[in-house]
C-alpha cells in the first residue's frame, strides 16, 4: 500500500501526546502516511503553553507575552502565517493560527481534549503500549497502541528551589507556571526570582500595581532585543548563515565558541549602551552554552531606577525577610515569584523504559543523569515504536517550521523508510554525545543538559524526514539547483529563512507542497517592503514599550 504520491503507508495505532505545535504536525504527518493516529490534550483547545488556562498546574503564556521569534521565520511549511498577524505575535494570535491550521487540515476529529496521559507503559507480552489517561472528571481508562510520540513540550514541569528557612515566610511564594493576574500582588513588595524570558515577561505586568519589584539573579544575564536597526532580529538568520555556523562550531569549538562570546558582548554594547555594571549582567553567559531570554522590557525600568537588582536570593530569615548573596537583607517582603526555569516532564515514563546514564569518559561530571535517547528522541530499545520530542535544547532552528521536519523523519522511521542504526551503534552514539554534554558542563554546569550538536540533529532530521535542503548547498545538487532556478536557489539560502524551503523539494520520502515556491516568494517581498521600518511607523504596535527616565513611553 503506498500514498497518493507513492509513499508507502504506515500501518497501526498510534497515539501522539499533546496538541501544541509539535504535536499537530506529528498527528498530520502520522494521518498522511497512513497511520490510525489519534493525539490526546490535556487543555480544551490545541496551542500548547499559547492556549490559555486558568489551571495554575499547566504552563501558559501571559497575555501580555509576545513571541521570541517573528511569524517570518515561523508557520508551518504547507500552511503560511496571514499577514493580519502582527510580526511577533501574541499568545492570542499563536493559539488562532493553530485552531484554523487544524481545523483547515480537519485535525480536530483526531483529538481527544481533557485528556491526561498520566502513565505509559508495556503490556504483557510487551508487544504494544498501554497509556493511562485521566480526563477532566475524574475518570480513568487504558487504552493500547502500537507506537506513542510524546510531543507535551519542553516547558511543562515547573523547576522550583527550596530555600533554607523558607517555612519562616508568611508571604506568598509562587512559581511563575502559577502567575496568571498581576492584580493579586496589587500594592505589595515582590522579589522576582530569575532573569529569564519568564521574568520579562512577569515583571513589566507587576510594575503598574506593585509597591516595588525587586530582581534578584545569581549570574549575568544576555539581554537582546527583538529588533535591530528596525528589522527583526531573526531575519539576520538565513539558512546559509545557519549551515556556515554549524559547521564552523563542528570542525573549531573553541574558535567558534571565543568568537561567539565577543561577537554577543560587541552587539550587547551596541544594543544597550548604558548597561549599569550594578546590574551585574555582565560577565554575559556564552550563547554557544546557554540560550539567552527575553526581557527587554525590564530594561528600562532598571535603567529609571523603578526596579532594583539584586544578588542571588539565598535564605528566608523571617516573616517577611530575605537575605541575599552579598548580605543584603530586606525586611518588608509580601511575595516571591520564582522564574526558575521549566523542565519536560518526565512523569509517564518509567526509568525501565528510559534509561539514564552518566558520561563514560568523563569523570569530571557532577551534573544529573543523562537521558538515553538516540538522537535526543529514541529510546534504543523502542526506537521504532517510540519518539520523546521534548529534549533537544538548540535544536528547533525556526519555530513551528521544525516541528513539521520532526514530523515526517520520525513517521519514516516508524514505518521503517528511514533505517536506524544497530543498537550498539546508537548507544555507542548516545555514550559520545553524552561526553560531549559533560565538557559542556565543564564549561558552565548551568548549560542546557538536553542540548544537541545541531549540525548533528539537524543534519540527521533533514535526511531522515528527506527535505531536500542538500539542494541548497555547494555539492553538485546545489549546482544543478542553482543553474534551474538561479532565484529560488539565492532566496532560499539568502532570503527569509521560512518554513516552507522544507516542502520544496520533491524526494519522495515526504509531501510536496505546490503553494511553496509562492510562499516563499511572497515572505520575501513581504520583507523586503516592510523593513527596515519607517521612522513613522516605529516603535510597531506589537513590539514591547516600557517607560522612560522621565515617564515617557519609549521602544525598547
Same mark, same amino acid.
Given at each position: 500500500?503506498?500514498?497518493?504520491?507513492?509513499?508507502?503507508?504506515?500501518?497501526?495505532?498510534?497515539?501522539?501526546?499533546?496538541?501544541?505545535?509539535?504535536?499537530?504536525?506529528?498527528?498530520?504527518?502520522?494521518?498522511?502516511?497512513?497511520?490510525?493516529?489519534?493525539?490526546?490534550?490535556?487543555?480544551?483547545?490545541?496551542?500548547?503553553?499559547?492556549?490559555?488556562?486558568?489551571?495554575?498546574?499547566?504552563?501558559?503564556?501571559?497575555?501580555?507575552?509576545?513571541?521570541?521569534?517573528?511569524?517570518?521565520?515561523?508557520?508551518?511549511?504547507?500552511?503560511?502565517?496571514?499577514?493580519?498577524?502582527?510580526?511577533?505575535?501574541?499568545?492570542?494570535?499563536?493559539?488562532?493560527?493553530?485552531?484554523?491550521?487544524?481545523?483547515?487540515?480537519?485535525?480536530?476529529?483526531?483529538?481527544?481534549?481533557?485528556?491526561?496521559?498520566?502513565?505509559?507503559?508495556?503490556?504483557?507480552?510487551?508487544?504494544?503500549?498501554?497509556?493511562?489517561?485521566?480526563?477532566?472528571?475524574?475518570?480513568?481508562?487504558?487504552?493500547?497502541?502500537?507506537?506513542?510520540?510524546?510531543?507535551?513540550?519542553?516547558?511543562?514541569?515547573?523547576?522550583?528551589?527550596?530555600?533554607?528557612?523558607?517555612?519562616?515566610?508568611?508571604?506568598?511564594?509562587?512559581? /511563575?507556571?502559577? @502567575?496568571? &493576574?498581576?492584580?493579586?500582588?496589587? #500594592?505589595?513588595?515582590? $522579589? %522576582?526570582?530569575?532573569?529569564?524570558? =519568564? !521574568?520579562?515577561?512577569?515583571?513589566?505586568?507587576?510594575?503598574?500595581?506593585?509597591?516595588?519589584?525587586?530582581?534578584?539573579?545569581?549570574?549575568?544575564?544576555?539581554?537582546?532585543?527583538?529588533?535591530?536597526?528596525?528589522?527583526?532580529?531573526?531575519?539576520?538568520?538565513?539558512?546559509?548563515?545557519?549551515?556556515?555556523?554549524?559547521?564552523?562550531?563542528?570542525?573549531?569549538?573553541?574558535?567558534?565558541?571565543?568568537?561567539?562570546?565577543?561577537?554577543?558582548?560587541?552587539?550587547?554594547?551596541?544594543?544597550?549602551?548604558?548597561?549599569?555594571?550594578?546590574?551585574?549582567?555582565?560577565?554575559?553567559?556564552?550563547?554557544?552554552?546557554?540560550?539567552?531570554?527575553?526581557?527587554?522590557?525590564?530594561?528600562?525600568?532598571?535603567?529609571?531606577?523603578?526596579?532594583?537588582?539584586?544578588?542571588?536570593?539565598?535564605?528566608?530569615?523571617?516573616?517577611? /525577610?530575605?537575605? @541575599?548573596? &552579598?548580605?543584603?537583607?530586606?525586611? #518588608?517582603?509580601?511575595? $516571591? %515569584?520564582?522564574?526558575?526555569?521549566? =523542565? !519536560?516532564?518526565?512523569?509517564?515514563?518509567?526509568?525501565?523504559?528510559?534509561?539514564?546514564?552518566?558520561?563514560?569518559?568523563?569523570?569530571?561530571?557532577?551534573?544529573?543523569?543523562?537521558?538515553?535517547?538516540?538522537?535526543?528522541?529514541?529510546?534504543?530499545?523502542?526506537?521504532?515504536?517510540?519518539?520523546?520530542?521534548?529534549?533537544?535544547?538548540?535544536?528547533?532552528?525556526?519555530?513551528?517550521?521544525?516541528?513539521?521536519?520532526?514530523?515526517?523523519?520520525?513517521?519514516?522511521?516508524?514505518?521503517?523508510?528511514?533505517?536506524?542504526?544497530?543498537?550498539?551503534?546508537?548507544?555507542?552514539?548516545?555514550?559520545?554525545?553524552?561526553?560531549?554534554?559533560?565538557?559542556?558542563?565543564?564549561?558552565?554546569?548551568?548549560?542546557?543538559?538536553?542540548?544537541?550538536?545541531?549540525?548533528?540533529?539537524?543534519?540527521?532530521?533533514?535526511?531522515?524526514?528527506?527535505?531536500?535542503?542538500?539542494?541548497?548547498?555547494?555539492?553538485?545538487?546545489?549546482?544543478?539547483?542553482?543553474?534551474?532556478?538561479?532565484?529560488?536557489?539565492?532566496?532560499?539560502?539568502?532570503?527569509?529563512?521560512?518554513?516552507?524551503?522544507?516542502?520544496?523539494?520533491?524526494?519522495?520520502?515526504?509531501?510536496?507542497?505546490?503553494?511553496?515556491?509562492?510562499?516563499?516568494?511572497?515572505?520575501?517581498?513581504?520583507?523586503?517592503?516592510?523593513?527596515?521600518?519607517?521612522?513613522?511607523?516605529?516603535?510597531?504596535?506589537?513590539?514591547?514599550?516600557?517607560?522612560?527616565?522621565?515617564?515617557?513611553?519609549?521602544?525598547?
Amino acid at each position: 500500500m503506498t500514498t497518493k504520491d507513492g509513499r508507502p503507508l504506515g500501518s497501526g495505532r498510534v497515539a501522539v501526546v499533546g496538541a501544541g505545535p509539535q504535536g499537530l504536525t506529528m498527528l498530520k504527518a502520522l494521518r498522511e502516511d497512513g497511520y490510525n493516529a489519534t493525539a490526546y490534550e490535556r487543555r480544551e483547545r490545541v496551542g500548547g503553553l499559547w492556549a490559555w488556562t486558568e489551571n495554575p498546574s499547566y504552563t501558559t503564556a501571559l497575555q501580555s507575552t509576545r513571541a521570541n521569534i517573528s511569524k517570518f521565520t515561523c508557520g508551518f511549511t504547507d500552511y503560511p502565517i496571514p499577514d493580519k498577524y502582527n510580526t511577533y505575535m501574541t499568545p492570542q494570535e499563536l493559539q488562532e493560527f493553530m485552531q484554523d491550521y487544524a481545523e483547515h487540515f480537519d485535525l480536530l476529529k483526531d483529538i481527544v481534549f481533557g485528556a491526561n496521559v498520566k502513565k505509559a507503559r508495556r503490556n504483557a507480552d510487551d508487544s504494544a503500549w498501554l497509556l493511562d489517561i485521566e480526563r477532566e472528571n475524574g475518570s480513568t481508562e487504558t487504552v493500547e497502541y502500537d507506537k506513542v510520540a510524546f510531543c507535551s513540550g519542553y516547558q511543562s514541569k515547573a523547576i522550583i528551589p527550596t530555600f533554607e528557612g523558607q517555612d519562616k515566610f508568611e508571604g506568598t511564594i509562587i512559581h /511563575s507556571q502559577a @502567575f496568571r &493576574d498581576e492584580n493579586a500582588f496589587k #500594592d505589595k513588595n515582590v $522579589v %522576582v526570582v530569575g532573569l529569564s524570558s =519568564t !521574568a520579562g515577561d512577569i515583571i513589566p505586568v507587576l510594575m503598574p500595581v506593585a509597591s516595588k519589584v525587586y530582581i534578584s539573579h545569581r549570574r549575568g544575564a544576555l539581554p537582546y532585543r527583538r529588533y535591530r536597526n528596525k528589522v527583526p532580529n531573526d531575519l539576520l538568520i538565513t539558512w546559509r548563515r545557519r549551515t556556515l555556523s554549524q559547521t564552523f562550531v563542528r570542525y573549531f569549538p573553541r574558535l567558534s565558541k571565543w568568537a561567539a562570546d565577543k561577537a554577543v558582548t560587541w552587539f550587547t554594547h551596541k544594543m544597550w549602551p548604558n548597561l549599569d555594571p550594578t546590574w551585574r549582567m555582565a560577565p554575559f553567559p556564552s550563547i554557544t552554552l546557554k540560550l539567552p531570554g527575553s526581557f527587554e522590557l525590564v530594561m528600562p525600568y532598571l535603567e529609571n531606577g523603578q526596579l532594583t537588582s539584586l544578588h542571588g536570593l539565598t535564605r528566608f530569615t523571617g516573616p517577611k /525577610s530575605l537575605e @541575599f548573596a &552579598d548580605g543584603t537583607i530586606l525586611n #518588608d517582603i509580601d511575595a $516571591v %515569584v520564582l522564574c526558575t526555569g521549566y =523542565t !519536560a516532564d518526565w512523569s509517564p515514563l518509567t526509568p525501565d523504559l528510559i534509561k539514564t546514564s552518566m558520561p563514560k569518559n568523563s569523570p569530571w561530571y557532577k551534573g544529573p543523569p543523562l537521558y538515553r535517547l538516540y538522537m535526543n528522541m529514541f529510546p534504543p530499545e523502542y526506537a521504532t515504536s517510540l519518539a520523546i520530542l521534548t529534549h533537544s535544547a538548540f535544536g528547533k532552528s525556526n519555530g513551528f517550521s521544525f516541528g513539521t521536519v520532526i514530523g515526517w523523519a520520525v513517521s519514516n522511521v516508524f514505518r521503517g523508510v528511514e533505517p536506524l542504526p544497530s543498537l550498539s551503534l546508537m548507544n555507542a552514539q548516545i555514550d559520545a554525545h553524552h561526553d560531549w554534554i559533560a565538557a559542556r558542563w565543564k564549561m558552565d554546569p548551568a548549560t542546557d543538559t538536553s542540548a544537541v550538536k545541531q549540525w548533528e540533529y539537524s543534519a540527521w532530521l533533514h535526511n531522515a524526514a528527506g527535505t531536500g535542503m542538500e539542494n541548497l548547498g555547494w555539492g553538485w545538487k546545489g549546482w544543478k539547483f542553482w543553474w534551474k532556478d538561479a532565484k529560488m536557489y539565492r532566496l532560499m539560502n539568502h532570503g527569509v529563512d521560512t518554513a516552507h524551503a522544507a516542502a520544496y523539494f520533491e524526494t519522495g520520502k515526504r509531501p510536496v507542497w505546490e503553494g511553496a515556491r509562492e510562499a516563499i516568494l511572497h515572505a520575501n517581498e513581504v520583507v523586503e517592503k516592510m523593513f527596515p521600518l519607517k521612522e513613522v511607523d516605529w516603535p510597531p504596535e506589537d513590539h514591547w514599550v516600557g517607560m522612560g527616565k522621565k515617564g515617557k513611553r519609549k521602544a525598547v
